[in-house]
């Protein structure tokens, strides 16, 4: 079974630039989630969808970042314009069952940001 | 105060020996709890979960939730040096939307 696919792994842009980072979660899981990972921190959920459908976007910083989930599979996390803060390793993750007592979180490798 | 609280460490054990690794929640409503490891510029796996009072045990690793003190280990047994990496407390809040709060984690180093 695929895992769950993002890209690109590396990304170096200058501040004040806008980036997209792409992922497509495991065949058949419904509920697809961003987290951000700063270096030395955990993951921090910026978004999950259910479907194509937002669930929780209350951490989001909705004046630059962004996110679709088209037609619930794939989905887009774009930040414009980026500051040097974004710097952070970008997870994308999926599960099966919203109801998470019986589900689980699998992650992708991550799109790793570096804002000049 | 911090949703999920871990040390952040590192904690240094010799091989062969016990680590334990703790964690302390502020929502008392959650219900339920999971340990995730992830190596240096890898993603998260998950190793344990948990969601009632007690001990969980699956091969070397054991995880321990008290709900009355808002507490949960992992303690990992005959600790081997491919152990060695950072531990991630998650929590799924009282919401129950599916989303899992992380802590900041704590790095074990298991030295030969």
């Known amino acids: 079974e695929a895992g769950v696919a993002q890209s690109p792994r590396y990304k170096i842009i200058e501040k004040r630039q806008s980036v997209a980072f792409w992922c497509n979660p495991i065949?058949?899981?419904?509920?697809l989630y961003w987290y951000q990972q700063i270096l030395g921190q955990g993951p921090k959920l910026l978004i999950q969808f259910q479907n194509n459908g937002v669930v929780d976007d209350s951490q989001l910083p909705k004046d630059r970042f962004s996110a679709e989930r088209l037609k619930g599979v794939d989905s887009t996390l774009k930040i414009q314009p980026a500051k040097l803060e974004d710097s952070a390793v970008y997870l994308c993750?999926?599960?099966?069952?919203?109801?998470?007592?019986?589900?689980?979180?699998?992650f992708g490798e991550g799109s790793r940001l570096t804002v000049l | 105060q911090k949703e999920v609280e871990q040390n952040s460490g590192p904690l240094s054990v010799p091989e062969g020996a016990i680590a334990s690794l703790n964690c302390t929640y502020s929502?008392?409503?959650?219900?339920?709890f999971f340990w995730y490891r992830q190596y240096s510029g890898k993603s998260p796996e998950l190793i344990m979960f948990?969601?009632?009072?007690g001990d969980k045990e699956d091969g070397r690793f054991t995880a321990q939730l008290n709900k009355a003190s808002q507490y949960v280990s992992l303690l990992i047994r005959d600790s081997q040096p491919s152990d060695s990496a950072t531990y991630l407390c998650?929590?799924?809040?009282?919401?129950?939307?599916?989303?899992?709060?992380f802590g900041q984690g704590t790095t074990l180093q298991v030295k030969p």
């Open positions: 993750a999926s599960s099966l069952d919203r109801d998470y007592v019986l589900g689980e979180l699998f």
């Open positions: 948990i969601y009632s009072n």
């Open positions: 929502d008392r409503g959650s219900q339920s």
């Open positions: 998650a929590v799924s809040p009282s919401s129950n939307t599916g989303k899992l709060i």
């Open positions: 065949s058949g899981h419904a509920t």
